[in-house]
Structure formats: structure tokens, C-alpha cells
């Protein structure tokens, strides 16, 4: 972590000292975990897309007033995940309003998704399935401790709670999943 | 089955202590039935684990750099646009009100009377006639100059310039006659209109 570190502040300070070609780099480095957390926490293709663009403008933007006293990753998660956060309130929010039949709405996203193969995009659409159903907030940390493997001090780190509550929202995470699996079968 | 669940979700959620941990770890070793529900529990969490994150059009990551960087670009136009589309009404509201404001050379009330007399200057025969006569003509006069009295009561001043023959024909008219306009001239004032008329117009003044 310390030379990934090293390497990303590195980066930054090319950044900011007028070298685009940094800001390309550190987007090559982020652009996948951004967009599968963007993807699993929302749970299709066009809105990770539209999160992960966000991102990056804001990571563009505000780059600049980098302080250094997180690490680049830290800070592009805090990013992504308010973003991802705000998504879904947004959706919600236009759902309430909207007179559209939500089954019709998600396949018109599901034919622009960018996994060609078919048996990993029916595997992804089961796992999404069930995301879909557990409350934001323990859903993402479910993706956080399960599919990126982070601990629950980086956890802290991004999302600014405490351990004891990322831990009880876990908890509650894995008894919604015990539920959702077992209705399934 | 669902008897450990809870004990179990504790365990892997590390919402345990140590000494609950330890514990739950040495009940697992010793008992079959908690390791059983222990495997089921974990399998069907592991059955929406993804061993990786699925193989992706990998153009899709390589236009993403340039894609945002076309929406910084159109984000700069349109709020320069922005700036121009509220700015330029600004100024102008600005400019218009310390033109009102601040100079020192508007006054309005001498332009309203430059206006006014340019007004009565050019106004022609025919509106008067047209206007006042007709009208004096369609109702009746009583009530026209009851209802306009201050109208008819004519202050000629000591300056008065008739620069067209509006007053002749007004004085002249036999309608006018007829209701007492010229009646409500004292003489010293019909004196005036007399003569002012006799050295501006030909036309005939009857006392």
C-alpha cells in the first residue's frame, strides 16, 4: 500500500504541475474498481457509466485541491461512493414520479451493457438481482468487505462511520442475503 | 437449522468479542450440526460472490478519458454561454438605471413641457374640429360643459400667441354661440382673443 501510495502521489503532483498525461494514468489506475462499484451498487450498466464519467470530472476538478492527507484511493472511493449513493436516491426519486413500468426500463439498460459474455452477464444479473434488494447502505458494504476485500478501517475511512456500525450494517447485509438466497431456491 | 444463525452472521460479521470468537471457534470444531449450518450459511453467501469481475468490451475503458474530457469541454462552453446569457441583461439593466439616475442633465419635466407644447403647435384643425365639435355636436352641450366646466373656462394669458386658427373657428362657431361659450368670456378677455385674432388671422370674430 505504502509504494501504491507513493506512486499515486507521485502522480498527483505531475498532475499539478500542469502533466495531463498523470491525470490519464491515475484514470487507467482507478476506472475499473470506479465502475464496478459504481455497477454493483446500482445495478446496471448506463447508470455506472454516468457515475464513473462523474467521477472523473470530479477527480479532474478537484484534484487540485488534493491535500495528501488521505490516500488517492480513500479519496476516490469516498467520491464514488457518495455518487453512487446519490444515484440511487436520484432514481428513486424520478421512479416516484414516473408513470413508466420499471420491468421495460431495465432491459432497454441491459441491451447496452459492455459484458459480451453471455454466462458471466447471467451470473452478474443474479448477484445484481439480489444487491438490488438489500438497503443501499449494507449493500455497499457487503461490496465492499466481499467483492473488493476491503477491512472495515478503510471502510471507516471512506464512508466516515464507525467500525461498530459498519460492522452491525454487515451483519444485517449477510441476514438479508441469507433470505434473499433461500427465497430463491 | 436456524438455531446458530445469528451466532453464526455475529461470527462473520466480527460483531463478536475475542472470547465470543474463541469460543464459537472451539463449537465448531467439537459439533457437527454447528459446523453444518456454518457451511450452509457461508455457501450461500459465497453463491453471489464473484471469483472476478467479468471480461468487459475493453473499448468501452478506452474511450471513458476522452469521453469526459469532451463533457469538461462542453461543461466550460456552456457556462461561459451561461455567463454572456445572464451578464448582458445585467449590464444593460445596470447602465439604464444609473443613466436614470445619475445624470444630472435629465429633466424630465421641461422635456414633458417641450413635448406638450410641440403637441399643441402641430395639432391640426381637423382634430380639433373633429374632436371637441363633434363631440359638442353628438351630445349635449349642457352636459358636456357641466361635466368639463374647468375645460371652458378659458384663462387666456396676457401671452397668449395664436399661431393657427383654432381659437377663430372655436369662437366663431354658431354652435359654440349658441351654448355660451362666448359668454363665458368676460369681455376684457374676448377684448384679448379680438385682437390677437384680428392681427394672426382673417377670419371674422363674432362678439
Redesign the interface.
Known amino acids: 500500500m505504502g509504494k501504491v501510495q507513493d506512486s499515486d502521489f507521485e502522480l498527483i503532483n505531475r498532475y499539478l504541475n500542469g502533466d495531463e498525461v498523470a491525470f490519464n494514468l491515475i484514470v487507467k489506475k482507478y476506472q475499473k474498481k470506479i465502475y464496478w462499484h459504481a455497477r454493483q451498487m446500482l445495478g446496471n450498466h448506463l447508470d455506472a457509466d454516468e457515475v464513473t464519467q462523474e467521477v472523473l470530472i470530479v477527480l479532474y476538478k478537484k484534484l487540485k485541491s488534493f491535500n495528501f492527507q488521505s490516500s488517492l484511493f480513500t479519496w476516490i472511493y469516498k467520491i464514488v461512493s457518495t455518487r453512487s449513493l446519490n444515484q440511487i436516491r436520484r432514481k428513486k426519486i424520478k421512479g416516484f414520479f414516473s408513470l413508466d413500468d420499471p420491468e421495460n426500463k431495465i432491459e432497454v439498460e441491459d441491451s447496452a451493457d459492455i459484458i459480451e459474455d453471455i454466462v458471466n452477464r447471467e451470473k452478474l444479473e443474479q448477484v445484481d438481482k439480489i444487491l438490488q434488494k438489500i438497503p443501499p447502505k449494507q449493500r455497499e458494504i457487503f461490496i465492499m468487505r466481499n467483492y473488493e476485500q476491503h477491512t472495515y478501517e478503510e471502510i471507516s475511512k471512506i464512508t466516515g462511520k464507525s467500525v461498530g456500525g459498519l460492522k452491525a450494517n454487515y451483519f444485517h447485509a449477510l441476514k438479508k442475503v441469507l433470505e434473499l438466497t433461500n427465497e430463491k431456491k | 437449522m436456524k438455531k446458530n ?1 445469528e451466532r453464526i ?2 461470527y ?4 463478536s468479542d475475542s472470547g465470543e470468537r474463541i469460543r464459537f471457534e472451539e463449537d465448531l470444531a467439537s459439533s457437527e450440526e454447528l459446523k453444518k449450518e456454518f457451511e450452509m ?1 457461508h455457501s ?2 459465497k ?4 471469483a472476478e ?5 475493453e473499448r ?2 478506452a474511450g ?2 476522452p ?2 474530457r469532451e ?2 469541454e462542453n ?1 466550460k462552453t456552456y457556462f461561459s454561454r451561461k455567463i454572456v446569457y445572464y451578464t448582458a441583461p445585467a449590464a444593460a439593466a445596470i447602465i439604464i438605471i444609473s443613466l436614470v439616475l445619475f445624470n444630472p442633465g435629465t429633466d424630465f419635466e421641461s422635456q414633458y413641457k417641450e413635448l406638450a407644447e410641440a403637441v399643441v403647435d402641430n395639432i391640426s384643425d381637423t382634430v380639433v374640429s373633429e374632436k371637441y365639435f363633434t363631440e359638442l355636436e353628438s351630445r349635449p352641450a349642457e352636459a358636456v360643459l357641466t361635466e368639463r366646466e374647468d375645460n371652458y373656462k378659458f384663462q387666456f394669458p396676457a401671452e397668449l400667441e395664436v399661431t393657427n386658427d383654432t381659437y377663430a373657428r372655436l369662437l366663431d362657431n354658431p354652435i359654440a354661440e349658441e351654448y355660451g361659450t362666448l359668454n363665458r368670456l368676460s369681455d376684457n378677455e374676448l377684448e384679448i382673443v379680438y385682437d390677437k385674432l384680428n392681427s394672426n388671422s382673417s377670419q371674422k370674430v363674432t362678439k
Open positions: 444463525e452472521l455475529n462473520l460479521s466480527c460483531l450459511i450461500r453467501i453463491s453471489i460472490d464473484l469481475y467479468p471480461e468487459t468490451d468501452y475503458f471513458l478519458i469521453r469526459v463533457k469538461l461543461r
